[in-house]
Structures are given as C-alpha cells and as structure tokens.
C-alpha cells in the first residue's frame, strides 16, 4: 500500500456554478502511486459529474482505478491532481456522509443483523429511537424480517449483503458508494439483488455510484454508464441508459434499448475485457 502523490498547488475552496446541482463533481483528476518498486498512474483526466438522484455505474478492465476513483469520492484517497467535490464542497479527508458497501459484508461475527446495522448509529451518535426506527424500516425494505436475531453466521451471502447494505444507509447518506457489492453471490442471488436495489434506489433516491463487472448488471440499475478505459483509467464513453425508472428483469432484459446499451459497452471494453 503506499498513498498517492498529491499536488499541493492543487485548486481549493468552492466552486460557483454548476458544482452546486452536483452531488459528486469529479474534475480533471489524476491519481498517481509510487512505491519503492514501481510508479503507478491509476487514473488520468478523469472529470464527472453525477447529478443528486443519479445512479451511475461504472465498468472497466480490472485494474483501471474504479476502486480508486471510489476512495478518492469517500476522501480516502486524496488525487494527485484535480479535485472531488461533494455537494459542491471540496472532499479534503474522510467523509461521514456517505454509504460505502465493499465486496464483503465485513460484519463482526458476535453481533446479529440488528446490531450490525445499529453500529452505524453508534458510530454516528444517532439518536436511540430514530435509529431503531430506521433499522426496522430498511430491514423491511431489504426483505430481512425474521432474521433481525440471526448471527452473520445463520445467514447466507446474499443476506449478509443486505445486512451491509442497511448499514450503509442507516443515516440516509445523500451519496452511495457501492464497489462490486455483488461480486461474490450466486447468478440467481444477484438477480433478485438487482431488482431489490432498484426498488430501493428509487424509494430512497440516493444518488448511486456503482463500480460492477457485470454490464447487465450495470444497464439494468444505472441511468448512465461510465466506461473506463485500460490503466491508466480513462473515461472512454458516459452512456445513457433510457429505460423506466422502474424496471421489471425479464422485461428490461430483453428491451431493444437494453441489448443497445449493453452491445456499445462491450464493443468498447473489447473481448478481453474482465466483465461478464
Ligand atoms: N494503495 C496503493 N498503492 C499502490 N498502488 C495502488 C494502490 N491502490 C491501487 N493501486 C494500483 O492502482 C491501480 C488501480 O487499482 P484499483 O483497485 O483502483 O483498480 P480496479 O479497477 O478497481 O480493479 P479491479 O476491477 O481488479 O478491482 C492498480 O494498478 C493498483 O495496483
């Protein structure tokens, strides 16, 4: 591990204008590792910006700084050059108003569903009887009842995603970082997944950043798609996705638009591009 080099000539402060209607402004970003064995430009001129309410995914060939551009998002990872704002305010270090759901669910192993999603609260000094209002809505939300007791353990794959995805939103986060949180599950497990993240983002309207491999998985939630190029990552194409919000499976799937949108993303990944 080693930090990225930062430029401190690097511009700060706010930004007027069209920063303000962003949730996430991504401008000209260029992200730069150097360890003793080796130098690494991980992204280079990467600027967007994803409108409140957006939910963007993002694709790429393996190792093209998607994590990265996550980090940088969430403040744990400072550019080298250019900024990141959030809501218009430049992101200078670790943000607490975010929703971040990684690959694993990383749920301690002596504390139930309940109390895994309540350690959010706790970090955060959430008022008692708000947070357990909160947790019992989000567990209705995600299809948990009956299994707020269970230890990480008793449950499967799929719900501890869930668990981990109720954590993330227990303080309604205006902005969701979610990298491949869908990697490691069953076809069919990350199906029914899909949908029920659709069905939440439209009731919570978070704004959505989603690095996936899988491009149906990323044409079927997103309103647009981020294609990245090789390292150091680019952004090769944004492209819309024009589909209702709301979005049955089998429908989506086999809509005109969807093979459409899903055809360009893998003419630009080419075929040996690391997606499903
Ligand atoms: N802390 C670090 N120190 C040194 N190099 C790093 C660090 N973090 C990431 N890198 C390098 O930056 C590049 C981009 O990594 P990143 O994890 O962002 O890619 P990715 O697109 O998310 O990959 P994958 O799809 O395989 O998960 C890689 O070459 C990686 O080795």
Excluded at 18 to 23: H, K, L, N, R
Excluded at 34 to 43: E, G, I, Q, S, Y
Excluded at 52 to 75: D, R
Aim: charged share 25%.
């Amino acid at each position: 591990m080693s930090k990225p080099e930062t430029d401190s000539t690097t511009a700060s402060g706010r930004d007027p204008g069209p920063a303000e209607q962003a949730a996430v402004r991504i401008d000209e970003v260029a992200v730069r590792f150097r360890t003793r064995k080796r130098d690494v430009t991980a992204l280079r001129e990467v600027s967007l910006d994803v409108p409140m309410g957006e939910f963007v995914a993002i694709v790429g060939p393996s190792g093209c700084g998607k994590s990265t551009l996550l980090k940088m998002v969430a403040g744990l990872l400072k550019p080298t050059t250019g900024t990141v704002r959030l809501n218009g305010e430049k992101v200078a270090g670790p943000r607490h108003d975010i929703g971040y759901v990684f690959q694993r669910a990383a749920l301690l192993e002596w504390r139930s569903a309940r109390r895994n999603i309540l350690l959010q609260a706790e970090m955060r000094r959430m008022p008692g009887e708000q947070a357990r209002r909160r947790t019992a809505e989000l567990i209705e939300m995600t299809g948990l009842s009956g299994f707020e007791d269970a230890l990480p353990h008793e449950l499967s794959g799929g719900m501890q995603q869930r668990v981990a995805l109720c954590r993330a939103l227990l303080h309604e986060p205006p902005v969701l970082l979610m990298d491949e949180p869908f990697g490691a599950l069953d076809a069919l497990t990350r199906e029914q997944l899909n949908i029920e993240m659709n069905r939440i983002w439209r009731t919570t309207r978070t704004t959505v950043l989603l690095v996936t491999h899988s491009i149906p998985e990323a044409v079927f939630l997103a309103n647009r798609v981020v294609v990245m190029s090789d390292r150091p990552g680019t952004i090769r194409e944004i492209i819309d996705v024009d589909l209702p919000a709301e979005r049955e499976y089998a429908a989506t799937l086999a809509m005109p638009e969807f093979a459409s949108v899903a055809g360009r993303i893998r003419e630009l990944l080419g075929a040996g591009a690391a997606v499903e």
